[in-house]
């Protein structure tokens, strides 16, 4: 029992010490890792400006907050070494361009490269565009990586798994997002895709007893609908007179259906001779649908076509203004002409 006495307060004593020497300790690390948190959580020091951080394929936690360190935004990086590795993050960063905005914590940003949460670019490819349009403002765009740069429209067409398909009209009128090394083949391949499935859906909804043996022959009239006006309360009633024209066999003389044909020849002047020129877009001197589209038809373009306006009305004319003047008669077309082309 005296053993068991004299080794109890030594006991107490030992644990007074280590409790002496544990307390200190265990203050410090609290104020470490409250100090740890605090450097990562507090925004980064930006300006008002938002700044792109590329990281490379194959870069390391430390390579990122070497990065952040060097734009002078982050002042210890080990910091964010320390408290990406706590979470787990180390192994997850994702190569990319990434977007740095105002008001971002250091470690918001490493959640955002480890979900690669990328920073996005955009294109438009803009109604009406012909595929030589689009394909010039696909090869300018900075963000994509060019594969496709020299080769002539077929050849794109092949590399993209459509040989022998003729390229215009293709490809769906939209702004499209994507992150930077995007190839131009996958870009257009997103875009082929995109107007494939909108005709398809369209034509299994089209209105009945319309003109067009393929949805194919839809894309070619609503081409020619896109390029005829501007105004989307016109689009059905210029469908309506095409298919009509299309119905009792007449010709659709359609004035950028000769446009097209003419290509480069066009200067801005469309001339009789060139109405009389025989040509397969000249649709003054040939019934039917030209062999191709003119242009990339957006939404409204094709929805029209597949859901054109009824009425009377076989003829258009242009204002001057961007609208056009309906005829059902050719008494009242060409007094429409008069009023409206032949005005001096």
């Known amino acids: 029992m005296e053993g068991r006495t004299e080794r109890g307060p030594a006991v107490r004593r030992l644990a007074g010490a280590l409790l002496a020497l544990l307390l200190p300790a265990a203050v410090v690390l609290g104020l470490a890792a409250a100090d740890l948190w605090r450097q990562v959580h507090r925004p980064l020091a930006l300006g008002a400006r938002p700044v792109v951080v590329e990281l490379p394929r194959g870069s390391s936690l430390q390579d990122l907050a070497g990065r952040l360190q060097a734009l002078g935004v982050l002042e210890r990086p080990r910091a964010l070494v320390w408290w990406g590795r706590w979470r787990g993050l180390a192994g997850r960063l994702q190569a990319g361009e990434y977007l740095l905005r105002p008001g971002t914590s250091a470690a918001a940003f490493l959640e955002q490269v480890a979900a690669g949460r990328v920073r996005l670019h955009r294109l438009t490819l803009v109604e009406g565009w012909t595929f030589a349009q689009a394909l010039a403002a696909v090869e300018a765009h900075p963000a994509l990586r060019h594969t496709l740069r020299g080769l002539p429209p077929e050849a794109v067409m ?15 009128p939209d702004t499209y997002r ?3 090394g995007t190839t131009d083949l996958a870009f257009l391949e997103r875009a082929y895709r995109a107007m494939e499935r909108f005709l398809a859906r369209a034509w299994a909804e089209r209105a009945p007893g319309l003109p067009y043996r393929s949805p194919y022959e839809a894309l070619i009239l609503a081409s020619i609908v896109e390029k005829e006006t501007a105004l989307p309360a016109e689009r059905p009633l210029v469908a309506g007179v095409l298919v009509r024209r299309l119905q009792r066999g007449m010709r659709l ?14 200067d801005g002047d469309l001339r009789r001779r060139d109405l009389l ?11 039917g649908l030209p062999p191709t589209p003119i242009a990339l038809p957006g939404r409204a373009a094709i929805l029209a076509a597949l859901h054109p306006a009824p009425g009377e009305a076989l003829y258009y004319v242009a204002r001057g203004d961007g609208s056009h003047v309906f005829s059902a008669t050719l008494a009242e077309h060409r007094a429409a002409v008069r009023r409206y082309q032949l005005r001096t």
């Open 178 to 180: 994507f992150p930077k």
């Open 253 to 266: 003389q359609a004035d950028p259906t000769v446009i097209y044909g003419l290509g480069a020849r066009f």
């Open 277 to 287: 020129r025989d040509g397969p877009y000249n649709t003054y001197r040939r019934k």
């Open 158 to 172: 092949a590399r993209l798994g459509h040989p022998g398909q003729h390229p215009e009209g293709r490809f769906l």
